[in-house]
């Protein structure tokens, strides 16, 4: 039946068919989603610029040839030439070349960085003026880069704590935004309006109501500060992590290797009843295949004076204390102070010598045979250097009222020397591992809230203790996996940043929570009233979801504060 006819049938007055409404309101509405797709894209802009960083091919050496493969056919310990200029494909480590390495967009590093034979290198960062040689560790999904996205995409896709609220509150809101539509039609059809009114008012409430803006507040600003995070080489692996940092009381710092660059040195080797070398050469030997940093220093330092290692079998890691082997059938022990308290063994001659060097700020190590006798060998001193932004970092958490702690297994001598650089007066040294989970706890039952910053093995039960556990990149991978924040360059300035950013991220979610409720709130009374027609209830939802997600955007303005300060070293 056409307009005209049912003009005539109804005596010549023309109905409203609301055509123009519904195009509106569906124009409305899809003009939002569309702004709202785009706003997305912008929140997951740092996993798409990470998966542009993989190269496609890579030029692999095979026999005497340079083939150029898919990334894909690149196999575990194939030689790959990367060209100046070039993304590196791999992760892997320097056979021959040198080169400085611009690995910002990976680590957050802004500056290149000098690399040489033996040194690690990260695939997707730019090689720089030097050809180089690397032979891969890893490829596909084991790379650093893959696992950097892994895990910021599973941070994106999980959900905060707060957005079970938010769960629960939109289970009532739906049936209860029902029902005050229902109410809103029948009773404007009670008050004596036209049957067209009632709806209309009824369908502006249903319009209004609809809950894009609640369900977009918590992943829009998660996308979008665990993105701009991880631009600055922060990653925040858990939603969870959010919700207790603006929290924090105190930061409790590990030493070696978090505060310190962790490549120590050899300062001195004493022995005793053998000669230097001797002792070198059973040190080195029992420590061969270590990745310690101490056990690196002891190498180096054979490796120079061009001293052989021997064989050596049932080599033991006492966790805390140091390691245990056999060479040449004598049953050794190297480690700590406490590991020789617990042997029994005593000092003598050297502990006045021990003593000086540990009030200089050195670590000590000790060799003795335990079997089949008991005594003293020599004793070695090892040096590491503070890392440039350390103090920066100390005194940043300061002014901002977070009490700042030093714990560590080193001897006490060298971790008071550390605090003292560093303007940390809670100090606590010569802990074990299960030991440094208890000092957590401990501060935990006093009403602190906890950060732990470490990036070894015997770190991992403390920062599985803390509330928030933050591991350095450069350390083991048993450290970072318990940890909920994971700095890539392991620049303890970032401590900093990553609590900031954390805190920035949960207050933007409460403020994109409190506008998206409070909006509901006043839009569908106006609506039930009959203020607010279809279009403009459309329009209105589709302002409302896009307000939310552009709030959110504004993280991607965040600039870390010790950005300038890495820069400048």
């Not at 090892?382 to 002014?399: E, N, S, V």
């Given at each position: 039946?056409?307009?005209?006819?049912?003009?005539?049938?109804?005596?010549?007055?023309?109905?409203?068919?609301?055509?123009?409404?519904?195009?509106?309101?569906?124009?409305?509405?899809?003009?939002?989603?569309?702004?709202?797709?785009?706003?997305?894209?912008?929140?997951?802009?740092?996993?798409?610029?990470?998966?542009?960083?993989?190269?496609?091919?890579?030029?692999?050496?095979?026999?005497?040839?340079?083939?150029?493969?898919?990334?894909?056919?690149?196999?575990?310990?194939?030689?790959?030439?990367?060209?100046?200029g070039e993304r590196i494909p791999v992760d892997g480590t320097i056979a021959d070349g040198r080169s400085r390495i611009d690995e910002s967009m990976v680590t957050g590093e802004s500056m290149p960085i000098a690399k040489q034979p033996g040194d690690k290198v990260t695939g997707g960062a730019i090689n720089g003026e030097g050809l180089l040689v690397v032979h891969t560790d890893a490829v596909g999904a084991e790379t650093s880069l893959a696992k950097m996205i892994r895990l910021i995409e599973n941070a994106q896709l999980a959900k905060a704590p707060i957005q079970h609220l938010v769960d629960k509150v939109s289970a009532w809101f739906v049936p209860a935004v029902l029902a005050i539509a229902l109410m809103t039609w029948l009773g404007w059809w009670l008050y004596g309006a036209a049957m067209e009114t009632a709806i209309i008012n009824a369908v502006s409430v249903l319009v209004i109501a609809c809950p894009c803006a609640l369900g977009l507040a918590t992943p829009a600003a998660l996308m979008a500060g665990t993105g701009i995070a991880a631009r600055h080489g922060i990653l925040i692996k858990n939603p969870e992590v959010l919700e207790v940092a603006h929290r924090i009381t105190t930061v409790i710092f590990d030493k070696t290797g978090t505060l310190t660059q962790g490549k120590a040195y050899l300062v001195e080797a004493v022995p005793?009843?053998?000669?230097?070398?001797?002792?070198?050469?059973?040190?080195?030997?029992?420590?061969?295949?270590?990745?310690?940093?101490?056990?690196?220093?002891?190498?180096?330092?054979?490796?120079?004076?061009?001293?052989?290692?021997?064989?050596?079998?049932?080599?033991?890691?006492?966790?805390?204390?140091?390691?245990?082997?056999?060479?040449?059938?004598?049953?050794?022990?190297?480690?700590?102070?406490?590991?020789?308290?617990?042997?029994?063994?005593?000092?003598?001659?050297?502990?006045?010598?021990?003593?000086?060097?540990?009030?200089?700020?050195?670590?000590?190590?000790?060799?003795?045979?335990?079997?089949?006798?008991?005594?003293?060998l020599g004793m070695?001193?090892?040096?590491?250097?503070?890392?440039?932004?350390?103090?920066?970092?100390?005194?940043?958490?300061?002014?901002?009222?977070?009490?700042?702690?030093?714990?560590?297994?080193?001897?006490?001598?060298?971790?008071?020397?550390?605090?003292?650089?560093?303007?940390?007066?809670?100090?606590?040294?010569?802990?074990?591992?299960?030991?440094?989970?208890?000092?957590?706890?401990?501060?935990?039952?006093?009403?602190?809230?906890?950060?732990?910053?470490?990036?070894?093995?015997?770190?991992?039960?403390?920062?599985?203790?803390?509330?928030?556990?933050?591991?350095?990149?450069?350390?083991?991978?048993?450290?970072?996996?318990?940890?909920?924040?994971?700095?890539?360059?392991?620049?303890?300035?970032?401590?900093?940043?990553?609590?900031?950013?954390?805190?920035?991220?949960?207050?933007?979610?409460?403020?994109?929570?409190?506008?998206?409720?409070?909006?509901n709130l006043a839009a569908i009374p106006l609506a039930a009233l009959g203020l607010l027609n279809p279009q403009l209830a459309g329009a209105a939802m589709a302002f409302s979801s896009l307000s939310v997600i552009g709030n959110a955007l504004l993280l991607r303005t965040w600039k870390p504060a010790g950005f300038l300060q890495s820069v400048r070293h």
């Open positions: 039946m056409s307009v005209y006819q049912l003009t005539n049938r109804i005596g010549g007055m023309a109905p409203h068919l609301y055509f123009e409404a519904s195009a509106v309101v569906i124009s409305l509405v899809l003009t939002g989603k569309w702004l709202e797709a785009w706003a997305k894209r912008q929140t997951v802009s740092a996993i798409t610029a990470l998966q542009a960083l993989q190269p496609q091919v890579a030029r692999v050496n095979r026999g005497k040839r340079e083939l150029e493969i898919a990334i894909e056919t690149v196999s575990v310990g194939d030689l790959v030439v990367v060209r100046p005793l009843s053998i000669d230097r070398e001797h002792l070198l050469r059973l040190a080195a030997s029992l420590q061969t295949g270590s990745e310690h940093p101490l056990v690196k220093a002891v190498l180096k330092t054979a490796n120079e004076l061009q001293i052989q290692t021997l064989p050596v079998d049932a080599v033991t890691a006492l966790p805390g204390r140091g390691l245990s082997g056999r060479v040449n059938n004598q049953d050794l022990r190297l480690g700590n102070s406490r590991l020789m308290s617990e042997l029994g063994i005593d000092l003598g001659e050297l502990a006045e010598r021990a003593q000086a060097l540990e009030l200089a700020g050195n670590t000590l190590s000790w060799l003795a045979m335990a079997a089949p006798q008991k005594r003293l070695m001193a090892f040096g590491d250097r503070l890392k440039t932004t350390a103090y920066p970092a100390i005194k940043k958490l300061q002014a901002l009222n977070i009490q700042t702690v030093l714990l560590s297994g080193d001897n006490r001598g060298s971790v008071n020397a550390v605090g003292q650089a560093l303007g940390i007066s809670d100090i606590v040294a010569e802990v074990l591992p299960a030991e440094k989970a208890y000092q957590v706890e401990l501060l935990k039952q006093h009403k602190h809230h906890v950060a732990m910053v470490g990036d070894g093995i015997n770190d991992a039960p403390a920062l599985a203790a803390a509330d928030v556990g933050i591991a350095m990149a450069t350390g083991t991978d048993i450290a970072k996996q318990p940890a909920g924040i994971t700095l890539m360059h392991g620049d303890p300035i970032l401590v900093g940043d990553a609590l900031d950013i954390a805190q920035r991220t949960y207050r933007k979610i409460q403020q994109n929570l409190f506008w998206a409720f409070s909006y």
